[in-house]
């Protein structure tokens, strides 16, 4: 991996970077956020694109044993491991659907935040989890190649919170960003010189948007253990 400059290039500039930067013709509800922020945060200028739902976290062990009044549930030690929306909504008794899952899980936080379970989290913003990203990149490596991408950091991913860092390498070096200790989490944005495909999140959002051809979103969408799906445009930039 090489570091570069930590100048984003104008087409993904505004919307990877710390925002708001984009002004969107129409207004944002919990029922719309998905395709409201898809117009914030992803450049329109793909075939096709995809939502990533961050993981919620849960050990579901110590649920079982909370639910029993087990004594061990007094001892247990966590184990938080990944699971999907659909499977998170299903503990709180929610049925899943896309069109309706940013409103639901903003109601079962609502619900539970003044007697949090302690064998649940929710998922974490501005960072998908290193499953969904590695599936995603072993699918562009299929579409595009092992191409040179760009991993953008912003400033408060970076280890000294001084400016915002993007390196460059292979997709399949991905990993090695891991070991770096002047970054954390993964990237705020990746993507290639070429402007032919993009990953990008916002640090407050516990969703990535994916764009790029038709062909290499029908790879990774319909994607329910992952949590990925595809997703439409339906609001424009304000002019």
Not at 49 to 56: D, E, G, K, R
Not at 185 to 209: M, Q
Not at 219 to 238: G, H, Q, V, W
Request: net charge negative; charged share 25%.
């Amino acid at each position: 991996m090489i570091l570069k400059n930590n100048a984003l290039p104008g087409w993904i500039k505004r919307q990877a970077s710390l925002g708001p930067n984009v002004e969107v013709d129409g207004i944002q509800n919990e029922q719309n956020a998905y395709w409201y922020l898809l117009t914030v945060c992803c450049p329109l200028i793909f075939e096709s694109y995809a939502l990533i739902l961050h993981p919620f976290w849960a050990d579901l062990e110590l649920r079982e044993n909370k639910l029993t009044n087990s004594t061990k549930s007094q001892t247990f030690e966590k184990n938080l491991k990944p699971i999907s929306w659909t499977k998170s909504f299903g503990i709180f008794n929610k049925d899943f659907d896309l069109k309706t899952s940013n409103e639901i899980q903003e109601k079962i936080r609502l619900e539970i935040v003044n007697d949090w379970p302690s064998y649940i989290n929710f998922p974490e913003e501005g960072d998908c989890s290193d499953e969904q990203l590695g599936f995603v990149r072993n699918r562009l490596i299929e579409s595009y190649g092992d191409v040179v991408a760009n991993y953008y950091y912003c400033i408060l991913k970076t280890g000294k919170w001084e400016e915002d860092k993007i390196y460059s390498g292979k997709l399949s070096e991905l990993e090695q960003l891991k070991d770096n200790d002047g970054v954390r989490d993964n990237p705020t944005a990746i993507f290639p010189d070429d402007k032919s495909w993009c990953l990008v999140t916002d640090y407050d959002l516990p969703f990535t948007y994916i764009g790029g051809s038709e062909k290499f979103i029908t790879s990774i969408t319909d994607n329910e253990y992952l949590d990925i799906y595809r997703i439409f445009p339906a609001f424009i930039e304000k002019v």
